[in-house]
């Protein structure tokens, strides 16, 4: 069924937009030469926070950190988000698997502290999340951890 066509009086009242010509335009600003200057020093140019970390190593006392929490616990995920709310489909897959082998286990969410992210990355040698700890060792990541459950 088509629906009707409205009527010009329904139309008399409402507000149509003006056209293109008819609409204010905005200031015009005239291209300004700004003076060339000579590029930063290597020394002073700003650094991605990726090259700060690793050319500078973990914040002090990260190391010792990441020592007692991954060894308070018996299992220890480092992932993005939370077991309740995984942010990333490889930490979602190894909290599945951890909860289908009803494995009790804490996790930190790692985009909620870049130092954290960053000295993990280091105190690992591993460059991605999700990362298990078992025992207080490093277990792997999604694909090792995948792995090693189809092996069982």
Not at 30 to 50: H, Q
Not at 61 to 75: I, N, P, Q, R
Request: aromatic share 8%; charged share 20%; proline share 11%.
């Amino acid at each position: 069924m088509a629906a009707a066509a409205p009527s010009a009086t329904a139309l008399a009242g409402a507000a149509l937009p003006l056209p293109l010509s008819a609409r204010p335009q905005p200031a015009r600003f005239s291209a300004v030469a700004l003076p060339r200057t000579a590029p930063p020093p290597p020394a002073l140019r700003l650094r991605s926070v990726r090259r700060l970390a690793a050319a500078e190593g973990p914040p002090a006392g990260m190391k010792e950190t990441l020592d007692k929490v991954v060894s308070a616990h018996k299992v220890v995920l480092f992932m993005k988000g939370t077991k309740d709310f995984p942010q990333c489909g490889f930490s979602h897959t190894v909290v599945q698997i951890l909860r289908s082998l009803d494995v009790p286990f804490e996790t930190l969410d790692v985009l909620a502290n870049e130092a954290l992210r960053q000295g993990l990355k280091d105190y690992s040698s591993w460059p991605t999340f999700p990362q298990l700890y078992i025992d207080g060792e490093f277990f792997g990541g999604c694909d090792i951890t995948l792995g090693r459950t189809i092996i069982m």
